[in-house]
């Protein structure tokens, strides 16, 4: 099973369970995801998109730990979050988490405290910033790559790939 977590209208993914808060077409499991364990079997999920949604939730270490339990071994979750220092981050009043490009190493090897018991359960795959079309485009950049860190006002968001360990 391939799972789109918060999903709502606009971001739905043909093929993927669909999963959000609201009932609206094209949504295939309601479920608030402050809500555990949620509505599926341990191991049963090979792939997890989370585009603009964790950093709405409160929180995110049982986050990753439901993700971890019903993600197979190694199943592909990526997240995109906002860049902390993009002012979008800032804009919006649902957001209650802000992420640099290391806030997910803490669920991987790369962090050795382990006080939460979730350290080292996911392996870091790849990691990007990514750009605000317009500013991109008028820099010559591509959209997905590394910048230099003098723009970081530039950056749009981050996108994280890890791989559940089991």
Partial sequence: MKLNL????????EGWVNLDIIKSEGVDVIHDLNKFPYPF??????KVNAEHIIE????IIAIMKEL???CKNGALIRIKVPYFRHQNCY???THVHFFTE???RF????EPNNYCGITGKFELMESK???NGKVANFLGIGIIGKINPLYPIFIHEIEILLRVRK
């Avoid at 918060?6 to 993914?13: A, L, M, N, V, Y």
């Avoid at 709405?56 to 929180?59: G, S």
């Avoid at 669920?107 to 790369?110: H, P, R, S």
């Fill in 6 to 13: 918060g999903s709502g209208i606009t971001k739905q993914k």
């Fill in 41 to 46: 079997k341990t191991g049963s999920v090979e």
């Fill in 56 to 59: 709405h939730l409160p929180d």
């Fill in 68 to 70: 971890h339990r019903i």
């Fill in 91 to 93: 804009d919006e009043p």
């Fill in 102 to 104: 290391r806030s997910f």
């Fill in 107 to 110: 669920f991987t090897e790369l």
């Fill in 129 to 131: 910033l990514t750009l």
